[in-house]
C-alpha cells in the first residue's frame, strides 16, 4: 500500500503545481481569477466493516476552485477600457456562436463599427432609441456603432426659449399725445435668431421678435415686415411669470429655406415648429436670453464614445451631438464557482452554474462600471510563492515515501 499512497501524493501535488504555475503565469491577464486545489483523503474499507477497520490509501484532487474575488482596478485612460466594480460579468457572443463571459474589459471597435473583445468576440447589450433615450428592446444585441457612414440629419421640430422681457419697456406702438412724446420700439430691439434644420439637415436661421401691446401683453413675430402677422402672444401675471401663450405652432415655408432641393420632384417640406416659450419671464431686468435650443441637427461622423458607471455608452458625434445609443449588460449566477473556463478570459454555464441572470450595472446586486480603467488578475504572487514551495515540498516528500517502500520492499525480497 506505500507505493500507493506515494503515487497519489505525486499525482495531487504534480496537479497543485499545475494550478499554481497557472495563476503565476496569468499574474498580469486582465480580469483573470485565480485557482486552487482542493485535496480530499481516499480511504479503503471492507462492506459491512466498523469505523476503525478503514485505512488511508493516499489522496485525490477533489476540485481546482476558482477564486471570483475583485481585482485591483487599475486607470488606462482609454474610453474603451471597462472594469467591473462588484458582481457581474460582461456578455459576449463568440465567433461561433457561444454565449460566454468574461471580466476582462478591454474592448476595441472593428473596422464595422463593431464593439468587440480582443480576440474578436461581440460585446452584447440593449439598444437605446436615440429620439427618446430609452431603451428600445429588453433583447440583447450585439453593440455596433456607426463608424463607415454619417448618422442621418435630424429636421427640427422644437425651438425651446428661456428669456427675460423688460417689464419697463413702453408699448411698442408709442404715444405721440404724451408730454414729451413715447416714440415707437422698433421691433428688432427685442429680439433673438438661431440656426435650425430641414429634413436633409440644411441650416436656417429662426428669427423671433417680441413687441409689447399693452400691459403685461407681448406679440410674437418671426418676421421684421411690418404687415407680418403675429405667431403668437404671451401674457404674463402681475408678478411677471407667464400665464398664457406658450407652446406657439410655427412654420417656416419651404420657399424660404437656403435649400436648391425646395423645387422639383419631391421637394423639401415645409419647417413646422413648436416654440417651447415656457421658461419666458418679464421682469424689470433688462432683455436677456438665457437659453435657446433646439432638437434637430445635420449629419455627424463619430467622434468618440464615453461610457457612463450604469454601463450606458454615449456617443459623440462631429455635428455636437451626444446621444445615448446603447447600455452594456452583465450577467451574474446563483453559483459562481460553477462556471466553466474556455480560455481566452472567458466562462460559460453550465448546469452546475445554473442560468445567468441579466441586467445592467448599479441595478439591484450588480456592481458598477469604471471606464477607462481596467480589473487586474487578482492572482497574489508572493501567496502563489510560497504554495509554490509548499508544494515542492509536498512532492519530494511523497517522492521520498516511494524510495523508502521501495528500499524496505527489497529488504524483504533479499532474506535468506
Request: overall charge negative; charged content about 10%; glycine content about 10%.
Amino acid at each position: 500500500m506505500g507505493f500507493q499512497h506515494g503515487l497519489s501524493g505525486l499525482n495531487a501535488a504534480s496537479k497543485n503545481l499545475d494550478v499554481i504555475g497557472h495563476n503565476i503565469a496569468n499574474s498580469s491577464t486582465t480580469g483573470f481569477k485565480s485557482s486552487r486545489t482542493d485535496f480530499a483523503e481516499m480511504v479503503a474499507s471492507a462492506i459491512g466493516s466498523s469505523s476503525g477497520s478503514t485505512s488511508g490509501i493516499g489522496v485525490s484532487v477533489a476540485a481546482v476552485s476558482q477564486q471570483f474575488t475583485q481585482g485591483a482596478i487599475n486607470s488606462t485612460g482609454n474610453s474603451l477600457d471597462l472594469a467591473v466594480n462588484g458582481d457581474g460579468f460582461f456578455h459576449v457572443k463568440l465567433a461561433d456562436g457561444t454565449q460566454a463571459y468574461t471580466r476582462s474589459g478591454n474592448f476595441q471597435l472593428d473596422k464595422a463599427g463593431n464593439l468587440v473583445t480582443t480576440d474578436g468576440a461581440s460585446v452584447m447589450g440593449y439598444p437605446i432609441d436615440p429620439l427618446t433615450g430609452l431603451t428600445s428592446s429588453t433583447t440583447l444585441e450585439a453593440l455596433k456603432f456607426p463608424t463607415g457612414q454619417p448618422i442621418p440629419a435630424k429636421e427640427t421640430t422644437q425651438i425651446t426659449a428661456a428669456l427675460n422681457l423688460n417689464a419697463r419697456a413702453e408699448n411698442a406702438a408709442g404715444d405721440p399725445t404724451a408730454t414729451p412724446p413715447i416714440p415707437a420700439t422698433p421691433r428688432a430691439t427685442y429680439g433673438t435668431s438661431l440656426e435650425v434644420y430641414d429634413s436633409q439637415g440644411i441650416a436656417a436661421p429662426v428669427t423671433m421678435y417680441f413687441e409689447k401691446t399693452d400691459g403685461n401683453t407681448w406679440n410674437v413675430f418671426t418676421s421684421l415686415d411690418p404687415a407680418a402677422a403675429p405667431v403668437g402672444q404671451l401674457i404674463f401675471d402681475g408678478s411677471g411669470k407667464l400665464v398664457s401663450g406658450s407652446p406657439i405652432a410655427m412654420t417656416v415655408a419651404a420657399a424660404d429655406l437656403p435649400n436648391p432641393n425646395v423645387n422639383g420632384p419631391n421637394p423639401v417640406a415645409d419647417l413646422n415648429i413648436t416654440l417651447n416659450l415656457s421658461g419666458v419671464t418679464q421682469s424689470s431686468s433688462d432683455f436677456a436670453v438665457s437659453k435657446l435650443t433646439h432638437d434637430g441637427y445635420a449629419a455627424g461622423e463619430l467622434n468618440g464614445i464615453q461610457i457612463s458607471t450604469d454601463g450606458t455608452i454615449m456617443a459623440n458625434y462631429s455635428n455636437g451631438v451626444t446621444r445615448a445609443e446603447s447600455q452594456l449588460a452583465l450577467a451574474k449566477f446563483s453559483n459562481t464557482q460553477g462556471l466553466s473556463s474556455i480560455g481566452g478570459n472567458n466562462w460559460v454555464a453550465t448546469a452546475e452554474s445554473g442560468t445567468p441572470l441579466y441586467g445592467t450595472a448599479k441595478s439591484g446586486s450588480f456592481g458598477s462600471m469604471i471606464s477607462g480603467a481596467l480589473e487586474s488578475s487578482n492572482v497574489d504572487l508572493t501567496a502563489e510563492l510560497v504554495n509554490m514551495m509548499g508544494a515542492q515540498r509536498a512532492y519530494q516528500a511523497n517522492a521520498q515515501t516511494i524510495k523508502t517502500q521501495d528500499q524496505v520492499f527489497s529488504t524483504l525480497v533479499n532474506l535468506r
